[in-house]
């Protein structure tokens, strides 16, 4: 199976700063990474396909890059909204792993 | 509006059973593969299970393979989790989520989630 990790597990951030998270893939995956947000008592919600692709209603400040095992989420200008954990997951084949998460808190 | 609406957790004794159900509304549910996804308290997101449109074909991780069973009702735009043998390492938040095909698979939309409590 495929094994994800992420890196940090945890960062402190201030409104207006880039936040960049790290997300390696066991394998190759082409461009089967997708970027997830989760905050407490709310559903998960789809910020970018593909490694790439914006989902859409998704804020222009989020931003991902990568292909094959190295990708990266980028928060340009971070918001109060923004204070979340942040999950890759891979879609490469039918066992879907999710990294272990990115906390972004201030 | 598109909605995804868990339903059927509660407590459950270890060794129990327990049947989750998501009912899904506002987009054509029986064209779409649907996951559940679960996140254990203080952990993170583990996906569990798949299945696709016409429900021939059910995936699951290691970790639940030969104790849950994945479903669907095309005709009840609903899908099911059925959980037997239950462990307290089962306790966490399930999701229904839907596949996304225009999105390389990724995962959207996600329902809020309901929870399974495995404890004596």
């Known amino acids: 199976d495929i094994q994800m990790t992420q890196s940090p597990s945890s960062l402190s951030a201030s409104i207006g700063d880039r936040v960049t998270i790290t997300c390696r893939a066991s394998q190759s995956i082409s461009t089967y990474l997708n970027w997830y947000q989760l905050k407490s008592g709310k559903a998960p919600k789809l910020l970018i396909y593909a490694a790439s692709s914006l989902q859409s209603g998704v804020p222009s400040r989020f931003s991902g890059s990568g292909s094959g095992t190295d990708f990266t989420l980028t928060i340009n200008s971070l918001q109060p909204e923004d204070f979340a954990t942040y999950y890759c997951q891979h879609s490469y084949t039918t066992q879907f792993t999710f990294g272990p998460g990115t906390k972004v808190d201030v | 509006e598109v909605q995804l609406v868990e339903s059927g957790g509660g407590l459950v004794q270890p060794g129990g059973s327990l049947r989750l159900s998501c009912a899904a509304s506002?987009?054509?549910?029986?064209?779409?593969?649907m996951h559940w996804v679960r996140q254990a308290p203080g952990k993170g997101l583990e996906w569990i299970s798949y299945?696709?449109?016409?429900?021939?074909?059910?995936y699951y991780a290691d970790s639940v393979k030969g104790r849950f069973t994945i479903s669907r009702d095309n005709g009840k735009n609903s899908l099911y989790l059925q959980m037997n043998s239950l462990r307290a390492e089962d306790t966490a938040v399930f999701y229904c989520?839907?596949?996304?095909?225009?999105?390389?698979?990724?995962?959207?939309?996600w329902g809020q989630g309901t929870l399974v409590t495995v404890s004596s």
């Open positions: 989520a839907t596949n996304c095909a225009m999105c390389y698979g990724g995962f959207d939309p």
């Open positions: 506002g987009f054509t549910f029986a064209s779409y593969g």
């Open positions: 299945i696709t449109t016409t429900g021939s074909n059910t």
